[in-house]
Nanobody, 123 residues
Framework: QVQLVESGGGLVQAGGSLRLSCAAS????????MGWFRQAPGKEREFVAG????????YYADSVKGRFTISRDNAKNEAYLQMNSLKPEDTAVYYC????????????????WGQGTQVTVSS
């Protein structure tokens, strides 16, 4: 498994932007599809966005399409989630995840997880 560490969370006003980063250890990052998930208080963890190994293909939850962008830099062993036009309902702990198998969509078998970073959007 790859070790993942998220950063970039914080408090932002509605309509603002944040960029989350996910740093991965090891030399096999490019063999993993990567995803971002979130979990709000009292709710189940949900898929937000995913990206293929090359970065060519991306997948998004309907709730974030057009506002969030997932990307990766295999040379730096990093994945990113650019979040624009943030809404209070985007408030959650955001997790970076990796999977050796799958395409990067919500059905991929993500089994490497970071510790999470808090994103709070005030109204």
């Amino acid at each position: 498994q790859v070790q993942l560490v998220e950063s970039g969370g914080g408090l932002v006003q509605a309509g603002g932007s944040l960029r989350l980063s996910c740093a991965a250890s090891g030399r096999t990052f490019s063999t993993y599809v990567m995803g971002w998930f979130r979990q709000a208080p009292g709710k189940e963890r949900e898929f937000v966005a995913g990206i293929s190994r090359s970065g060519m293909y991306t997948y998004y939850a309907d709730s974030v399409k057009g506002r969030f962008t997932i990307s990766r830099d295999n040379a730096k062993n990093e994945a990113y989630l650019q979040m624009n036009s943030l809404k209070p309902e985007d408030t959650a702990v955001y997790y970076c995840a990796g999977a050796k198998l799958g395409s990067g969509d919500a059905r991929s078998p993500y089994d490497s997880w970071g510790q999470g970073t808090q994103v709070t959007v005030s109204s």
